[in-house]
């Protein structure tokens, strides 16, 4: 969880990340923010986002992104 809260700091710096309850909502992700965190995430943690996993429920907040993580993991 730590890697994913230092990613998505580095992505949205100006947002809370841990306390933020929508990050497509409250336009803290935009397009190219996402495409940029899934580079990121399939990187750090060796999985593959493909484009069904893109969809604004897995990238709605932190626990949503870090349960599609370990989804993938599986």
């Known amino acids: 969880m730590e890697e994913l809260i230092k ?6 710096p100006q947002a809370d990340v841990e306390n933020e309850t929508d990050f497509i909502e ?7 923010s996402i495409m940029r965190l899934v580079v990121m995430i ?4 060796d999985v593959e ?8 429920e897995n990238f709605k907040s932190l626990k949503t992104i870090y ?5 993938l993991e599986d």
């Not at 990613?7 to 949205?12: D, G, P, W």
């Not at 409250?26 to 190219?32: A, E, G, Q, Y």
């Not at 399939?42 to 943690?45: L, S, T």
């Open 67 to 71: 349960e599609m993580i370990q989804r």
């Open 42 to 45: 399939n990187d750090e943690f």
């Open 7 to 12: 990613i998505l700091k580095e992505v949205a």
């Open 49 to 56: 986002i493909t484009p069904v996993d893109m969809t604004p």
């Open 26 to 32: 409250h336009k803290v992700l935009d397009s190219l």
